[in-house]
Nanobody
Framework: QVRLVESGGGLVQPGGSLRLSCEAS????????MGWFRQAPGKGREFVVA????????NLAESVKGRFTISRDNAKNTVLLQMNGLKPEDTAVYYC???????????????????WGQGTQVTVSS
């Protein structure tokens, strides 16, 4: 059974950092495309960052370039989202997503992914 569990969210001041984790089970993170999306209050879910199965290809939303980084810890079957220079507009529920059928792409759309986590809240406020 495929499962994704996010953790690491919380309250942080503007300019601060957080690292989100997505622990996967039921499949191998190192063989799958993985992505992070977010949903702010009153808005739709939007793409943040993705990495393809090989790790060669990554995509980032323009709004987070230079601040957010995606990586994988294959030994722990976990995907990480390092968020630096956080801004109030980064406040949202962050979701981890997985596409377990191997593809070369690092998808940027919700339809690309097969499985989703339950989300973790990130609040950026002074």
């Amino acid at each position: 059974q495929v499962r994704l569990v996010e953790s690491g969210g919380g309250l942080v001041q503007p300019g601060g950092s957080l690292r989100l984790s997505c622990e996967a089970s039921g499949f191998t993170v190192g063989s799958s495309a993985m992505g992070w999306f977010r949903q702010a209050p009153g808005k739709g879910r939007e793409f943040v960052v993705a990495i393809n199965w090989s790790g060669i290809t990554t995509n980032l939303a323009e709004s987070v370039k230079g601040r957010f980084t995606i990586s994988r810890d294959n030994a722990k079957n976990t995907v990480l989202l390092q968020m630096n220079g956080l801004k109030p507009e980064d406040t949202a529920v962050y979701y981890c997503a997985a596409r377990v059928i191997r593809t070369v792409a690092a998808g940027t759309t919700e339809a690309f992914y097969d499985y989703w986590g339950q989300g973790t809240q990130v609040t950026v406020s002074s």
